[in-house]
């Protein structure tokens, strides 16, 4: 008697290496965030000085092999001051968008599901956000809350980061968890008595998962841009936290002249990481979604 051997089942192609592939500016993008993610752990044994130290025997010195970015007017590294910054635009930047983006996706997985006047209501509350400039809507609270640190973090300034970012990842969590509800499962839920929490948590949420993904990493870009601007207005991190909003603000643009790298290396830090996010995100969105692949 002999026994069949089944083919060998089929390798499952390499997610990482199919986004790769397919989407070689997202992947360029993913190594600069990765990168930017080391640094920040590891800055305490990258960086060749304190960010904090002060050496006014070295004010305003040029780029050199001791000071890669040179320093500025207090006579701080800036090589040391961008890559701890980098920590800074991290943790407020991914926090925030994982508060406004779970918000905002719960509150649109509700309305999708449930319609109706709930839908009406919030739907009009969230046009009423979104006709606000971010960066009003951001300053406004965080001018209302003021700080509140916990663990070395402006909770507040968080807060005031999300709350931004809740209606637009609201409006386009909507719009999946429309389609979801139509769906045969949603009906044969229903149809078996499950209660409304188990269906938006088990059948709906699981559905609109990849277009939250999108929307978190897309809006991580946004959160680091606007606390390097409220950081530059004043109402964000203060010193002598390192902070790239920051080192463009006080005495940065009396020296521009003289001392030019003061304002180009933390300018180009934060244009790259938000490049670096969007690119990121659109690129997600490519390949995710199912529409955009040929």
């Given at each position: 008697?002999?026994?069949?051997?089944?083919?060998?089942?089929?390798?499952?192609?390499?997610?990482?290496?199919?986004?790769?592939?397919?989407?070689?500016?997202?992947?360029?993008?993913?190594?600069?965030?990765?990168?930017?993610?080391?640094?920040?752990?590891?800055?305490?044994?990258?960086?060749p000085h304190d960010p904090l130290k002060l050496d006014f025997a070295e004010i305003l010195s040029p780029p050199s092999w001791s000071y890669p970015f040179g320093t500025d007017n207090l006579g701080r590294c800036v090589f040391s001051r961008v890559i701890f910054g980098a920590r800074t635009a991290l943790v407020i930047g991914i926090l925030a968008s994982l508060v406004g983006s779970t918000i905002g996706g719960l509150i649109g997985v509700v309305q999708g599901y449930f319609g109706g006047r709930l839908d009406f209501y919030v739907s009009r509350f969230i046009d009423i956000l979104l006709s606000f400039p971010i960066i009003v809507l951001a300053l406004v609270v965080v001018a209302m809350l003021g700080k509140k640190i916990v663990l070395g973090v402006d909770m507040n300034l968080v807060v005031a980061i999300a709350i931004p970012i809740i209606p637009k990842v609201a409006r386009v969590v909507r719009s999946a968890s429309l389609s979801v509800r139509e769906m045969p499962y949603v009906d044969a839920a229903r149809a078996s008595g499950f209660s409304h929490?188990?269906?938006?948590?088990?059948?709906m949420v699981p559905n609109v998962f990849a277009p939250f993904i999108i929307m978190f990493t897309a809006f991580v870009?946004?959160?680091?841009?606007?606390?390097?601007?409220?950081?530059?207005?004043?109402?964000?991190?203060?010193?002598?936290?390192?902070?790239?909003?920051?080192?463009?603000?006080?005495?940065?643009?009396?020296?521009?002249?003289?001392?030019?790298?003061?304002?180009?290396?933390?300018?180009?830090?934060?244009?790259?990481?938000?490049?670096?996010?969007n690119l990121f995100g659109d690129a997600l969105r490519d390949h995710l979604d199912p529409r955009f692949k040929v």
């Open positions: 008697m002999t026994l069949a051997v089944s083919a060998p089942a089929r390798a499952r192609p390499n997610a990482l290496w199919s986004f790769i592939t397919a989407q070689p500016l997202g992947a360029v993008s993913l190594l600069f965030i990765l990168i930017m993610v080391f640094a920040s752990l590891f800055a305490v044994w990258i960086v929490q188990r269906i938006v948590l088990r059948h870009a946004q959160a680091i841009l606007l606390e390097a601007s409220l950081s530059f207005l004043g109402l964000g991190v203060t010193e002598p936290t390192p902070a790239w909003g920051l080192m463009l603000a006080g005495n940065a643009a009396d020296f521009y002249r003289e001392a030019p790298w003061m304002i180009i290396f933390p300018g180009l830090a934060i244009s790259l990481s938000v490049f670096a996010f």
